[in-house]
């Protein structure tokens, strides 16, 4: 026989056992809410920076290494399972790509990996300057920090094969201008870049050249382009500087400009051209030899390119600097008119 206290008792115990399980359970989705909510705030919570920053995350990086740099370099001390739950609540876990990123201020979590997903990196951009020799150019593209350097130790035809230049000398066949490069590209792939577009640069422009211009080829255009370059220091001149060469040209007469000689005499030229520099023959000296330098002597821009296919028309054949600072030139039609113009050039050196 059941007694009735024993009775009583059953339903009691079960009650205490609902309300322990119904705490529990609140206590576990008070957990769970506190969690989320704390989640929620890591994910938009801008990361601990003072300045911009920029991170490299290498290739073949794992996500947790990811984590640790960020941890390391004390952006972020929330643990790792939050960036994972957060990669995957933003369905980019697969998608994270290695490169150089930028982080501003404000940057959050979930900004970041959407940089990340999206290969948001870093752009860094080098100029290459009209009138640059190639010599200048590789100079400068060492000092590029973050370039990865291939051209070390290969010498200019080397150079030229691996862009599929054709001649061993690859002076001129780079366009000037800005190119933008990515952590992990090289000083050679540059250059690459830059061949590709002074290509189609000349390409594009060599069908519309005027009728009689002295140049036959492309690369006498370039070989041209360059030495107008490198006499221009006005840029409305440089037309008129390429009709003066063009008429020589074209009568036979020889170039006679003293920035080839110059790029003849390489690294023994000390910033003076002399007489004597004049007179002793090289491949480049267009005072004792007839016709274009057997190379460029520089890399020439756009302008320069369009000058010697569309120059000036006129009678001069000869030009002076006009030496009051302003760089630019007196043109003459005649050598007794540019012997006056030379003099009156020395008289204002000499005030100077």
């Not at 490198?230 to 009709?243: F, L, M, N, P, Y």
Request: glycine residues 8%; proline residues 6%.
């Amino acid at each position: 026989m059941i007694m009735p206290d024993r009775i009583a008792s059953i339903p009691a115990g079960g009650a205490r056992l609902k309300i322990l399980l119904l705490l529990v359970l609140l206590g576990l989705g008070l957990a769970c809410w506190l969690a989320w909510r704390d989640f929620q705030r890591f994910a938009d919570a801008p990361l601990a920076l003072q300045e911009s920053e920029l991170i490299d995350f290498p290739r073949g990086a794992s996500f947790s290494s990811i984590v640790d740099e960020m941890r390391s370099r004390q952006f972020s001390n929330e643990p790792q399972v939050y960036w994972k739950l957060l990669s995957r609540q933003m369905q980019v876990a697969s998608r994270l790509q290695a490169g150089e990123y930028r982080l501003e201020p404000g940057t959050t979590p979930r900004q970041l990996m959407s940089m990340l997903a999206q290969g948001k990196v870093v752009q860094h951009h080098f100029t290459i300057v009209e009138g640059w020799t190639f010599r200048q150019l590789r100079l400068a593209l060492a000092k590029e920090a973050g370039l990865k350097q291939e051209l070390p130790g290969l010498d200019a035809a080397t150079v030229a094969h691996r862009l599929g230049i054709e001649t061993d000398n690859p002076e001129g066949w780079f366009l000037p201008e800005t190119y933008a490069w990515v952590r992990g590209d090289s000083d050679l792939g540059v250059l690459r870049h830059a061949h590709e577009a002074m290509q189609r640069a000349l390409e594009q422009r060599w069908p519309g050249r005027d009728p009689g211009v002295p140049v036959k080829s492309i690369y006498e255009a370039l070989i041209l382009a360059s030495i107008v370059e490198k006499e221009t220091g006005v840029d409305s001149e440089r037309a008129q500087i390429a009709g003066v060469f063009s008429r020589r040209m074209q009568i036979g007469m020889r170039l006679q400009t003293d920035p080839s000689v110059v790029y003849g005499l390489g690294e023994t030229y000390d910033g003076n051209i002399r007489r004597r520099d004049l007179d002793t023959d090289t491949p480049y000296n267009t005072y004792t030899r007839g016709g274009l330098p057997p190379t460029p002597i520089a890399l020439p821009g756009l302008a320069a390119i369009d000058a010697v296919l569309h120059p000036a028309a006129g009678n001069a054949l000869y030009f002076v600097a006009l030496g009051d600072g302003s760089g630019r030139h007196e043109f003459s039609n005649s050598l007794d008119e540019h012997n006056r113009a030379v003099r009156r050039y020395l008289i204002r050196r000499k005030q100077q």
